[in-house]
């Protein structure tokens, strides 16, 4: 009975050796997402520093990455641009790499955002992908990402809260794509989960907006 107990004392300790980005940094991420160029280094510094001191996990390299992305962004001279842009694509296919391998079943996996950190990696990974101009050549990586995330039985299941900003992002890669149909087929997918959610009902004027 001992040795069980220790032998499940030394798994936890080990599964919390390398933690997830915890919600706080994620939030300022967002916020340096959606445009707040003084978060950006700020969130770079803190991932970097969780990596040192924690190690390297799929959620923690792909926010990493796509920061690093947001840092092209921000850079005056293009060359810096693209310098930033690359190194955050080989970040994420490093993360990306690392979810592959991954053998935690969804139940046991650290929660963040509302999802397990494997479905919020993925959707982080298509939505980067997805917002870059074309010349970087990673759109219908991200296209392709989204296609399978939400046809995933696994990622329906999650509350309905927790996914409705992946279809809308999801959606709006549909419409850059020039693919209506799709669009409206995530936003009809929407509807038949939470018609009222004031997110179905911003996925369904988009759709029709670009049938």
Same mark, same amino acid.
């Given at each position: 009975?001992?040795?069980?107990?220790?032998?499940?004392?030394?798994?936890?300790?080990?599964?919390?050796?390398?933690?997830?980005?915890?919600?706080?940094?994620?939030?300022?991420?967002?916020?340096?997402?959606?445009?707040?160029?003084?978060?950006?280094?700020?969130?770079?510094?803190?991932?970097?520093?969780?990596?040192?001191?924690?190690?390297?996990?799929?959620?923690?390299?792909?926010?990493?990455?796509?920061?690093?992305?947001?840092?092209?962004?921000?850079?005056?001279?293009?060359?810096?641009?693209?310098?930033?842009?690359?190194?955050?694509?080989?970040?994420?296919?490093?993360?990306?790499?690392?979810?592959?391998?991954?053998?935690?079943?969804?139940?046991?996996?650290? @929660?963040?955002?509302?999802? *397990?950190?494997?479905?919020? &990696?993925? =959707?982080? +990974?298509? $939505?980067?992908?997805?917002?870059?101009?074309?010349?970087?050549?990673?759109?219908?990586?991200?296209?392709?990402?989204?296609?399978?995330?939400?046809?995933?039985?696994?990622?329906?299941?999650?509350?309905?809260?927790?996914?409705?900003?992946?279809?809308?992002?999801?959606?709006?890669?549909?419409?850059?794509?020039?693919?209506?149909?799709?669009?409206?087929?995530?936003?009809?997918?929407?509807?038949? @989960?939470?018609?009222?959610? *004031?997110?179905?009902?911003? &996925?369904? =004027?988009? +759709?029709? $907006?670009?049938?």
């Amino acid at each position: 009975m001992k040795t069980t107990h220790y032998l499940s004392l030394c798994l936890l300790t080990g599964a919390q050796a390398i933690a997830a980005p915890s919600d706080a940094l994620i939030e300022r991420y967002n916020q340096a997402a959606q445009g707040d160029k003084d978060k950006v280094d700020i969130v770079y510094n803190q991932l970097q520093n969780q990596i040192e001191h924690q190690g390297s996990d799929a959620l923690t390299l792909v926010y990493l990455g796509s920061t690093q992305t947001l840092m092209g962004r921000d850079a005056f001279l293009p060359w810096n641009k693209m310098k930033h842009v690359e190194q955050g694509l080989g970040t994420i296919a490093k993360g990306l790499g690392l979810l592959s391998d991954k053998t935690t079943p969804l139940p046991l996996q650290e @929660i963040r955002q509302g999802l *397990p950190e494997a479905v919020l &990696a993925k =959707a982080i +990974a298509a $939505n980067t992908y997805t917002s870059l101009p074309d010349m970087f050549n990673h759109f219908e990586r991200g296209y392709d990402l989204y296609m399978d995330l939400l046809s995933d039985v696994d990622f329906i299941a999650q509350p309905f809260d927790a996914i409705s900003w992946v279809f809308i992002y999801a959606i709006q890669a549909a419409i850059r794509a020039e693919d209506p149909k799709q669009a409206q087929l995530w936003a009809n997918q929407m509807a038949a @989960i939470n018609p009222s959610h *004031p997110m179905t009902l911003q &996925a369904l =004027a988009m +759709a029709n $907006n670009a049938a």
